[in-house]
């Protein structure tokens, strides 16, 4: 290996690095967007929650399934947020999912998300057999 060789291995090194680092910002960015669009969506399901609650008790109203539905709707959207916070810090230090694209923990042998598997040597052994059933 000479010199150029060298500079042309580090430099290669280095843009692939950098080109992973603005692929984390931008998948940062991206999820931290969605956090933002459901906390408003949270914020207007409480709102509703509140104001119908209110409108009933005002009324005399004491059974109400759509108090209901948006208690659950409130619980799905909470699930939502803290899935993405997750998401968020696993960015920082995680493997991206060739799948899913999500982003899960070094040690991890299959994506908490999708399920699949996260080991390029068991992937190679798969592709094999799954080829192999094709034929
Ligand atoms: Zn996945």
């Given at each position: 290996m000479d010199i150029f060789d060298e500079i042309y291995a580090a430099a290669k090194d280095g843009f692939k690095k950098t080109e992973q680092a603005a692929e984390k910002l931008v998948d940062k960015g991206r999820i931290n967007l969605e956090i933002l669009r459901l906390e408003r969506k949270l914020k207007k399901a409480y709102e509703t929650l509140g104001m119908r609650v209110y409108n009933n008790n005002a009324a005399g109203?004491?059974?109400?399934?759509f108090i209901l539905m948006k208690i659950n709707e409130i619980d799905l959207i909470k699930e939502k947020i803290e899935k993405l916070k997750l998401d968020n810090e696993y960015v920082e230090y995680c493997e991206k999912c060739k799948n899913c694209g999500s982003y899960n923990a070094k040690?991890?042998?299959?994506?908490?998300?999708?399920?699949?598997?996260?080991?390029p040597f068991n992937k190679a052994v798969y592709s094999v057999e799954f080829d192999s059933d094709n034929k």
């Open positions: 109203v004491e059974e109400d399934k040690e991890e042998t299959v994506c908490r998300n999708c399920g699949a598997d996260l080991t």
